[in-house]
T-cell receptor, first 116, second 115 residues
Framework: DSGVTQTPKHLITATGQRVTLRCSPR?????VYWYQQSLDQGLQFLIQ???????AKGNILERFSAQQFPDLHSELNLSSLELGDSALYFC???????????????FGPGTRLTVT | AQSVAQPEDQVNVAEGNPLTVKCTYS??????LFWYVQYPNRGLQFLLK??????LVKGSYGFEAEFNKSQTSFHLKKPSALVSDSALYFC?????????????FGSGTRLQVQP
């Protein structure tokens, strides 16, 4: 158990809909990363938050957005969903700030999104 | 831009034999390198990392990796494979600078250990 939790585990929705994926990082970790894993694209970085602020963006679509709240949990919002958005979405966290630099990231179990 | 290549989609090895999963990387500056393992319907588990220091890095479950700067490689190894090692293995690299610390992953290598 990595200490990173994600809800829900599975999500089935229709095209055009909007969903929210939730992530709670390991206790004390300030950085949260979102990744998408799909068969055709592999594992891709979407976005990073550090202590509530956006730190870096990867291959994130404009239809997707994220935020990190004061309690450090994060949400990934996916809207106007398309069939191609079906994938496994992972959240990862790493330490930083006063806790020092942590090079490795710890991954949650993922949310499997199926768009029909 | 940084990148990782895992040239083998699948590696087959007999239980008890040594295993190697290959990884080469491209990054500006000093590399921070990682290996993760993914079991079916599970998240990625951290195995080991190379940041600096000894070229041979030891990690979880008896795995180790050898960093070779001249060949820009970071191959994962284990002296004696177990059937339970069968899984999907990912090599990853990250940058040093703030804003470049996300992981860039290879395409993954499926390890199949036969009893």
């Amino acid at each position: 158990d990595s200490g990173v939790t994600q809800t829900p585990k599975h999500l089935i929705t229709a095209t055009g809909q909007r969903v929210t994926l939730r992530c709670s990082p390991r206790s004390g970790d300030l950085s949260v990363y979102w990744y998408q894993q799909s068969l055709d694209q592999g594992l891709q970085f979407l976005i990073q938050y550090y202590n509530g602020e956006e730190r870096a963006k990867g291959n994130i679509l404009e239809r997707f957005s994220a935020q990190q709240f004061p309690d450090l949990h994060s949400e990934l919002n996916l809207s106007s969903l398309e069939l191609g958005d079906s994938a496994l979405y992972f959240c990862a966290s790493s330490a930083g700030g006063l806790a020092g630099v942590s090079y490795e990231q710890y991954f949650g179990p993922g949310t499997r999104l199926t768009v029909t | 831009a940084q990148s990782v290549a895992q040239p083998e989609d699948q590696v087959n090895v007999a239980e008890g034999n040594p295993l190697t999963v290959k990884c080469t990387y491209s990054v500006s500056g000093n590399p921070y390198l990682f290996w993760y393992v993914q079991y079916p319907n599970r998240g990625l588990q951290f195995l080991l990392k190379y940041i600096t220091g000894d070229n041979l890095v030891k990690g979880s479950y008896g795995f180790e990796a050898e960093f070779n700067k001249s060949q820009t490689s970071f191959h994962l190894k284990k002296p004696s494979a177990l059937v339970s090692d069968s899984a999907l293995y990912f090599c990853a690299v990250r940058g040093v600078d703030t804003g470049r610390r996300a992981l860039t992953f290879g395409s993954g290598t499926r390890l199949q250990v036969q009893p």
